[in-house]
Nanobody
Framework: QVQLVESGGGLVQAGGSLRLSCAIS????????MGWYRQAPGTQRDLVAT???????NYKNSVKGRFTISRDNAKNTVYLQMNSLKPEDTAVYYC?????????WGQGTQVTVSA
């Protein structure tokens, strides 16, 4: 069972930055893809950004140019650098990994952006 632990969420003013971290219990080299999703109250969970084992990245249109997903293989950690945050970015952010036809989720970290 792969375990994921997110951290780095918090309260920030609009225009500010946060960096989310996702510590993964197994080597991320074995993961087919890793990503960040978010869910605001009353909405479905949506993809924010993903990165594949080959380093290919994909972003939700509304975060392109503001968010950057990256990984540190030595630390088995995936990051989401979030700049120029907007109130509409407020949500619980979840880390996700996909390996061998199975998906694993973290417990989520709250990001709140005040106007």
């Amino acid at each position: 069972q792969v375990q994921l632990v997110e951290s780095g969420g918090g309260l920030v003013q609009a225009g500010g930055s946060l960096r989310l971290s996702c510590a993964i219990s197994e080597t991320i080299v074995s993961m087919n893809s890793m990503g960040w999703y978010r869910q605001a109250p009353g909405t479905q969970r949506d993809l924010v950004a993903t990165i594949t084992s080959g380093g290919y990245t994909n972003y939700k249109n509304s975060v392109k140019g503001r968010f950057t997903i990256s990984r540190d293989n030595a630390k088995n950690t995936v990051y989401l650098q979030m700049n120029s945050l907007k109130p509409e970015d407020t949500a619980v952010y979840y880390c996700n990994v996909y390996r061998r036809f199975q998906t694993y989720w973290g417990q989520g970290t709250q990001v709140t952006v005040s106007a």
